[in-house]
T-cell receptor, first 118, second 116 residues
Framework: AQKITQTQPGMFVQEKEAVTLDCTYD???????LFWYKQPSSGEMIFLIY????DEQNATEGRYSLNFQKARKSANLVISASQLGDSAMYFC???????????????WGLGTSLAVNP | GAGVSQSPRYKVAKRGQDVALRCDPI?????LFWYQQALGQGPEFLTY????????KSGLPSDRFFAERPEGSVSTLKIQRTQQEDSAVYLC??????????????FGEGSRLTVL
């Protein structure tokens, strides 16, 4: 069963506006971590933001914030003040298990292609 | 550079050929992962090393796939008798074991394999 669902294959946003990229997940673990990565055309996956299942506050990293709704099992990424350089694929991923040091594998969604229009 | 380095960036192989893909992780990173990313898909886990020990190889799709990290730094992913379905981007990632809270992975730019 698919554990990470990204329902938006493609999104458009006007430069300087905010955009929300959706991600829902499925797990029976109480402890897990959620990640967002950006993949530009160069191919490298770039880490954006992390949310732990026990974190009480939504994660923020600069222009990126994660709208974490645990009961709904959603972890949407919000990008504020979009820039042309934000055009890329965006992937949501999950790691089950509490201990980051376990370095368990990530389970990935299919991604959302974001295009920022000037 | 200081990031994860992968080579070759592009590889074209004829069906049945063997290929070897190299990953040079960030210096000092204990953990190393290989992922396979087919066109239009998210990455799929292949295998995980902690230093030279291969702790998880559950994602390797067949016995034609083999990975090693003999000295706990550089890793090689080898695919024997390549098939067309092996065409994908192979991503390598490293992280510091038990370091950052997030266990953040640092990725290379990938090796794009095309099997004709």
């Amino acid at each position: 069963a698919q554990k990470i669902t990204q329902t938006q294959p493609g999104m458009f946003v006007q430069e300087k506006e905010a955009v929300t990229l959706d991600c829902t997940y499925d797990t029976s673990d109480q402890s897990y971590g959620l990640f967002w990565y950006k993949q530009p055309s160069s191919g490298e996956m770039i880490f954006l933001i992390y949310q732990g299942s026990y974190d009480e506050q939504n994660a923020t990293e600069g222009r990126y914030s994660l709208n974490f709704q645990k009961a709904r099992k959603s972890a949407n990424l919000v990008i504020s003040a979009s820039q042309l350089g934000d055009s890329a694929m965006y992937f949501c991923a999950m790691r089950e298990g509490r201990n980051a040091g376990n370095n368990r594998k990530l389970i990935w969604g299919l991604g959302t292609s974001l295009a920022v229009n000037p | 550079g200081a990031g994860v380095s992968q080579s070759p960036r592009y590889k074209v192989a004829k069906r049945g050929q063997d290929v070897a893909l190299r990953c040079d992780p960030i210096s000092g990173h204990v953990s190393l992962f290989w992922y396979q990313q087919a066109l239009g898909q998210g990455p799929e886990f292949l295998t995980y090393f902690q230093n030279e020990a291969q702790l998880d190889k559950s994602g390797l799709p067949s016995d034609r796939f083999f990975a090693e990290r003999p000295e706990g730094s550089v890793s090689t992913l080898k695919i024997q008798r390549t098939q067309q379905e092996d065409s994908a981007v192979y991503l390598c990632a490293s992280s510091s074991y038990g370091g950052a809270r997030t266990g953040e992975l640092f990725f290379g730019e990938g090796s794009r394999l095309t099997v004709l």
